[in-house]
T-cell receptor, first 115, second 112 residues
Framework: DAGITQSPRHKVTETGTPVTLRCHQT?????MYWYRQDPGHGLRLIHYSYGVKDTDKGEVSDGYSVSRSKTEDFLLTLESATSSQTSVYFCAISDSNSGRGNEQFFGPGTRLTVL | SQQGEEDPQALSIQEGENATMNCSYK?????LQWYRQNSGRGLVHLIL?????REKHSGRLRVTLDTSKKSSSLLITASRAADTASYFC????????????FGKGTLLTVNP
């Protein structure tokens, strides 16, 4: 299994509080992604990173920010959590040099509940 | 917006039967991938088929791609109870950042 961990694995928070989710990889992969998964919507891309300090928005980026200060860590921040951000969040990584195309490897997910 | 749309949304079969799931997409692609997700877990990559390929095999998996119809199918032969999971197609429309767009998935239940 690819070395990807997410922390925390579960979190319950209140509306209006800031929340930071962490994705950590030990694979030295260049690309990292944050998705959210909701019933009826599948996986939707929030933000992604194509290198240290290089990030861009995905399909559902409003209300989220990211940072990548080193290759192995990609942080997702909800500046002021809302109930609509209750979801399961997945981090994924990809290696452009793998020769297998852009296969993505996923972390175990973080279940976030905003009350 | 979702690029890939799987069909059916849910499929229930008996062990030993074959399972076929379909994926349709809207724009041209560089490749199409299938992923599997067991309940409560992250997604796991199954197979990738490039736009210039028509069929690919991996163990009990067979994937076809018809770029003229913008569709793909995933066939799982001789299914097992352990194949019970959600299956997602994901499309890569090209570009330098290797982004994928996922469909909503097919929930496959294989009954013992």
């Amino acid at each position: 299994d690819a070395g990807i961990t997410q922390s925390p694995r579960h979190k319950v928070t209140e509306t209006g509080t800031p929340v930071t989710l962490r994705c950590h990889q030990t694979e030295n992969h260049r690309y990292m992604y944050w998705y959210r998964q909701d019933p009826g919507h599948g996986l939707r891309l929030i933000h992604y990173s194509y290198g240290v300090k290089d990030t861009d928005k995905g399909e559902v980026s409003d209300g989220y920010s990211v940072s990548r200060s080193k290759t192995e860590d990609f942080l997702l921040t909800l500046e002021s959590a809302t109930s609509s951000q209750t979801s399961v969040y997945f981090c994924a990584i990809s290696d452009s040099n793998s020769g297998r195309g852009n296969e993505q490897f996923f972390g175990p997910g973080t279940r976030l509940t905003v009350l | 917006s979702q690029q890939g749309e799987e069909d059916p949304q849910a499929l229930s079969i008996q062990e030993g039967e074959n399972a076929t799931m379909n994926c349709s997409y809207k724009t041209s692609i560089n490749n199409l991938q299938w992923y599997r997700q067991n309940s409560g877990r992250g997604l796991v990559h199954l197979i990738l088929i490039r736009s210039n390929e028509r069929e690919k095999h991996s163990g009990r998996l067979r994937v076809t791609l018809d770029t003229s119809k913008k569709s793909s199918s995933l066939l799982i032969t001789a299914s097992r109870a352990a194949d019970t999971a959600s299956y997602f197609c994901a499309t890569d429309a090209g570009g330098s950042n290797y982004k994928l767009t996922f469909g909503k998935g097919t929930l496959l239940t294989v009954n013992p």
